[in-house]
C-alpha cells in the first residue's frame, strides 16, 4: 500500500514568512509523528498526535510551531515567523497505533529559510 | 531522560567485508524499544528492526544481524559481506514505555566501496 506522503519536497521561503507542511499518513495509522532532522544530526522528536490531539507536543521548540489534525488523518505542521535556524528536513511518520508501534516515515520536506 | 550514542561517525569499507555498527543507549526505564533505521542518500528513513526489553534473542535477517545486550546497553548491528547498495547513514533509536517518541543516535555513515 502507499506509504507516508509529504508535501512539498521542497520548500524555500524567506525570513519572517509563514509555511505550511503536510503530511499524509498510512492509511488506518492513528498515530502521526513529526520530527525534525538538521544536517548531519538524528531526527529529533516534535509532536505526536493519536488521533486528532496532540498527545505529546514537548518537542516543538516554541509557540511559532502549531501542528494540527483535525479529521485524525491528514496532518499540518504550521511554522510562523520563519527564522534560518528552522531550515532543516521536517519528517513525518505514522504508526497504527501509538505505544511501542513501528514508526514508519515519510519522505520529508525539505525547508530552507533565507 | 533517555540518551542514544553512536559514537562512530563514519565507516568506510570494501565491499564483501563485514562491518558492525555500535549503539549504546541509556534509560531508566525497564520497558523500552530499541530500532535501527536506515536513511540511504534519498533521504526516507527505512525501518530495519525492533526489539524490545525483555527480548534479548539476537536476529538474523539475511545479510543482517543485531546483537542485543542489556548488560552493556548496547544494541549493535552487523553486516555480513556488505554491498554498495548498503552504503546509507544508519540510525539506532530508543523508545522508552513511557512514551511514543523516538530518541535517536547522530547517525554512522558507512560507504561500501566497489
Known amino acids: 500500500g502507499a506509504g507516508v506522503s509529504q508535501t512539498p519536497s521542497n520548500k524555500v521561503t524567506e525570513k519572517g514568512k509563514y509555511v505550511e507542511l503536510r503530511c499524509d499518513p498510512i492509511?488506518?495509522?492513528?498515530?502521526l509523528y513529526w520530527y525534525r532532522q538538521s544536517l548531519g544530526q538524528g531526527p529529533e522528536f516534535l509532536i505526536y498526535?493519536?488521533?486528532?490531539?496532540?498527545?505529546?507536543d514537548s518537542g516543538l521548540p516554541n509557540d511559532r510551531f502549531f501542528a494540527v489534525r483535525p479529521e485524525g488523518s491528514v496532518s499540518t505542521l504550521k511554522i510562523q515567523r520563519t527564522e534560518r535556524g528552522d531550515s532543516a528536513v521536517y519528517l513525518c511518520?505514522?504508526?497504527?497505533?501509538?505505544?511501542?508501534?513501528?514508526?514508519?516515515f515519510g519522505p520529508g520536506t525539505r525547508l530552507t529559510v533565507l | 531522560a533517555q540518551k542514544v550514542t553512536q559514537a562512530q561517525t563514519e565507516i568506510s569499507v570494501v565491499e564483501k567485508e563485514d562491518v558492525t555498527l555500535d549503539c549504546v543507549y541509556e534509560?531508566?526505564?525497564?520497558?523500552?524499544?530499541l530500532f535501527w533505521y536506515k536513511q540511504p542518500p534519498s533521504g526516507e528513513l527505512v525501518f530495519l528492526i525492533r526489539?524490545?526489553?525483555?527480548?534479548?534473542q539476537n536476529e538474523i535477517s539475511g545479510r543482517y544481524s543485531w546483537n542485543f545486550q542489556k548488560s552493556t546497553s548496547s544494541f549493535n548491528f552487523t553486516i555480513t559481506a556488505s554491498q554498495v547498495v548498503d552504503s546509507a547513514v544508519y540510525f539506532c533509536?530508543?523508545?522508552?514505555?513511557?512514551?511514543?517518541?523516538?530518541?535517536f543516535g547522530k547517525g554512522i555513515t558507512l560507504s561500501v566501496r566497489p
Open positions: 492509511s488506518g495509522h492513528t498515530a
Open positions: 526489539r524490545n526489553s525483555f527480548d534479548e
Open positions: 511518520a505514522s504508526s497504527f497505533s501509538t505505544g511501542a508501534d513501528t514508526q514508519y
Open positions: 533509536a530508543l523508545m522508552t514505555g513511557a512514551n511514543s517518541k523516538l530518541t
Open positions: 498526535f493519536q488521533g486528532t490531539g496532540a498527545a505529546d
Open positions: 534509560t531508566r526505564d525497564t520497558t523500552y524499544y
